[in-house]
């Protein structure tokens, strides 16, 4: 036996005082990330050396650590070997929980950042909240969506380390509480260095003590423990409420005040008490805006226990912070209203009152008299936007055309003001999950003919571009994509019964519910083919298997009704024997990472239909195109950099750009559309005409009147789907076509994986070493 797999056998008895045979898949598990674990430790306990990276993050979409960390490790074959010599079957960990400590694209740049920082030797650290419940689990009832409480701890968590001795404490108007940090290891790829994610996590002050006699008291001590430890509760409480918002604001405080309490703790361990040079030391990431209270934060600090002036506080704190800009959506800019904000963070307004006393003298020697669109504080609001682009060096949006609307639409007047801080750094996603782990086939494959260099650099990707004209190439790609594809139905059947005819295209869209993601205008293209071929208008179509994969947000009823009416319209198609040998519809629950790694290697055409302008990158069009799927989608986010470095003649781009849409915005009228277009009609009228049912929930009838009438917070069809929906259709009928000729197929596939390079993480975390922190 090899040492890890003694350690393995050790830990089991030691923990558990079990063996390979006997242990449970949760034991297996503890022991096995244990032992891995000691593998790092004194590794991951090496000071860094010089400047820092803090990437401050309200969410961590980690996903599945094990393999990930065992494939880092060099020890994935090991541990697999020794599942199979005791009749284990080497997947067992799959039945873990996720780590879903995220929601999105957002949480899961900040995965993929962490892996490649520490691959690529970058000392970045991770700052969060380390939620007791995650993202919430789905579930589907009669097509509807349930919501299931994420006990992820349940599976114990042996990847992080409670630190008691580096906790601190962080106050309220009403309440103080104790941060505790868990720190999980960072392993970078090929082991050499760890770094650390910081999860915070909120407990009472007073030591909760059963033994409490009086009555009264311990009623207290119950109210304080429950109060405390609200706030790393959930994930995103729901903000409906007065209490709500509180809450999320009290979330943001206390994971912001707790890192940097922490940062400029170690800070004083390094340099003392000089904290003039904290800028040459320290680096600090704003994910979105969410920890943007930070600035004021370490003003706070700079200037209570560093003593400093305002003024050189905010030179360092200038300096010290950049901001990442994630939407440019008008609703999801975060604002808070002033005396909520007063009431929970009285000794931070004070700081935030004299930044924008500040940018008010600024403004003045700039001759603006216009402020109310830069007012920090305006209107009884405090906009955290605006004072992360004003308090920071640099603010960076997360693809080309994303921060080209930041400049010259979104935030013109920030543009105006201060150009240089204005910056690009598109995202990109770990290929070490995203290729080496979740496709082992095509990794061979790859490396077979390019070496395996491309683990750690991805800029060789491209010199698997002359294989894409060697047929034999051609044969074992398409072989590789059929062997995925046979994976998923296997676990697709035994997870929801679902059978997948594994001869079909697969065609997958998987990514949050939204309204601008479109997922309405897929189900309605889906009902155009359904009808199309019934009627025999459409011949030759090659049979398709249609796969969704979204969580709508528990509020969100308008994404609710989509996911309804997306599993009506599967049940109609499957059902239907006239068309169900060429179509099938799939809506797979509970979408999250462990999910998305078994769906995207198997997908043949990869969905990407936003509306032109409002998917700031996207991330899933990354790992699709890594993973040999072509792209069906609009001209935004990162889908026009993945074309333009793959060719648009190896993808599908339809519908209308950006700059379509600003010229016909004020006269857009889709109800024309809807009267002179049969097509649409139809599949617009199903909503409504009974041929498909919303079980009276009323929400069908909502989603008709979105796109014909519109509401009191928007035109109808502000999205746009009625005029893309043509485009779409046709575009989605010649990628169906094209697909016929395998060979010519396969081409472009391994054209666009060959093309991949640019999209890695390991790139753009280099950007942001190189270009604002200067590391
Ligand atoms: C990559 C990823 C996302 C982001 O997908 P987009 O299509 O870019 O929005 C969301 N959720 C999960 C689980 C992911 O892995």
């Known amino acids: 036996m090899q040492p890890f797999q003694e350690a393995i056998v050790h830990k089991l008895r030691e923990m558990y005082h079990t063996d390979m045979k006997s242990a449970t898949t949760k034991q297996l598990y503890n022991a096995v990330s244990q032992a891995a674990m000691d593998t ?111 006990d992820w701890l349940a599976w114990g968590d042996p990847w992080s380390v409670r630190r008691e001795d580096q906790k601190v404490r962080v106050n309220f108007g009403d309440q103080s ?42 009623q207290e001590a119950v109210q304080q423990k429950n109060d405390a430890e609200a706030i790393s509760a959930v994930l995103y409480p729901n903000d409906d409420t007065d209490a709500g918002k509180r809450l999320r604001l009290k979330q943001q405080y206390f994971f912001s005040s707790a890192s940097l309490q922490s940062i400029f703790a170690d800070y004083t361990a390094k340099c003392g008490t000089d904290y003039s040079k904290f800028a040459e030391q320290y680096a600090i990431q704003l994910n979105d805006t969410h920890p943007t209270v930070s600035i004021p934060e370490l003003l706070r600090l700079l200037m209570t226990q560093g003593h400093m002036g305002f003024e050189p506080a905010f030179q360092v704190v200038q300096k010290t912070f950049a901001y990442t800009n994630h939407t440019i959506m008008a609703e999801a800019l975060e604002k808070w209203n002033l005396s909520l904000f007063q009431s929970v963070l009285p000794e931070v307004y004070p700081y935030v009152v004299m930044i924008q006393n500040r940018l008010s003298n600024e403004l003045v020697k700039k001759n603006i ?27 960076n949006g997360v693809a080309k055309i994303h921060t080209e609307i930041i400049k010259h639409s979104a935030l013109p007047e920030w543009y105006a003001l201060y150009p240089e801080r204005f910056n690009n750094k598109t995202n990109g996603v770990t290929q070490r999950r995203w290729l080496a782990l979740c496709n082992r086939e095509l990794a061979d494959f790859i490396t077979e003919r ?26 074992r790609f398409l072989e590789i994509k059929q062997e995925k594809k046979n994976q998923l139905a296997d676990y697709m059947y035994r997870k929801d019964r679902f059978g997948l005819n594994t001869s079909n295209i697969f065609d997958i869209q998987v990514k949050r519910l939204h309204e601008y993601k479109r997922q309405l205008l897929n189900a309605f293209s889906i009902l ?51 068309v169900n040998r060429r179509m099938q519809v799939i809506f797979a629950s509970n979408y999250n990472v462990s999910y998305a790694e078994k769906l995207i290697p198997a997908a043949d055409i990869s969905e990407q239909i936003s509306t032109a302008g409002t998917e700031a990158s996207g991330t899933s069009n990354m790992k699709f195109m890594m993973n040999g799927a072509v ?20 993808n599908y781009i339809f519908g209308a750009r950006v ?117």
């Open 450 to 475: 390019i070496g395996s260099g491309w683990v750690t650099d991805f800029s060789q990707m491209s010199r698997l571009k002359p294989y894409a004209e060697d047929q034999s190439s051609r044969q």
């Open 631 to 650: 792209t069906l989608g609009t001209y935004d986010g990162a889908n026009i950099e993945i074309v333009q470095n793959a060719g648009e003649e190896n």
């Open 369 to 395: 008299t216009e402020t109310g669109k830069y007012n920090i504080i305006q209107d009884g609001m405090i906009h955290m936007a605006r004072m992360a682009i004003y308090s920071t060096h640099s603010t």
């Open 177 to 218: 509480v104790w941060a505790v940090p868990y720190d999980m290891p960072i392993i970078g790829y090929g082991g050499k260095v760890v770094n650390t994610l910081r999860l915070w996590q909120a407990e009472a002050i007073q030591p909760f003590n059963f033994r409490l006699f009086n009555d009264q008291k311990y």
């Open 528 to 578: 155009d083919m359904y009808f199309g071929i019934k009627d025999g208008r459409i011949q030759g179509f090659h049979p398709t298997t249609f796969i969704f994969g979204a969580k709508a947000a528990p509020g969100y009823y308008r994404a609710k009704g989509i996911i309804k009416f997306i599993n009506e319209v599967a049940n109609l198609v499957n059902y239907d024997n006239a």
């Open 659 to 775: 700059e379509d849409l600003d010229k016909i915005k004020d006269t857009y009228d889709p109800v024309k559309l809807y009267e002179k277009e049969p097509r649409i009609r139809r599949v617009v009228d199903t909503l409504i005409d009974g041929t498909l049912t919303d079980g009276g929930s009323g929400w069908f009838a909502e989603l008709y009147d979105s796109l014909l009438k519109g509401a009191s917070w928007h035109k109808p069809d502000n999205y746009y789907l009625l005029l893309d929906f043509l485009p779409y259709c046709d575009a989605r009928l010649q990628a169906n076509h094209d697909y016929a000729d395998r060979q010519a197929f396969a081409k472009k596939c391994l054209l666009n994986i060959a093309a991949a390079g640019p999209f890695t993480s390991d790139r753009t975390i280099r950007q942001y070493a190189d270009e604002i922190w200067h590391i």
């Open 40 to 150: 790092c430790r004194d590794t991951w306990a090496q000071p860094v050396q010089g400047k820092t990276a803090c990437y401050l993050s309200a969410e961590f979409l980690l996903g599945r650590l094990i393999h990930s960390n065992l494939m880092n490790l060099g020890l994935l074959k090991e541990t697999e070997d020794l599942l199979n010599s005791a009749g284990i079957n080497p997947n067992v960990f799959e039945d873990v929980e996720d780590d879903a400590l995220g929601n999105g694209g957002l949480g899961r740049l900040a995965a993929c950042f962490l892996d490649s920082a520490a691959t690529q030797g970058i000392p970045l650290m991770g700052y969060g909240i380390r939620y007791r419940y995650g993202l919430f689990k789905q579930r589907f009832a009669y097509g509807y969506q349930e919501e299931d409480a994420d």
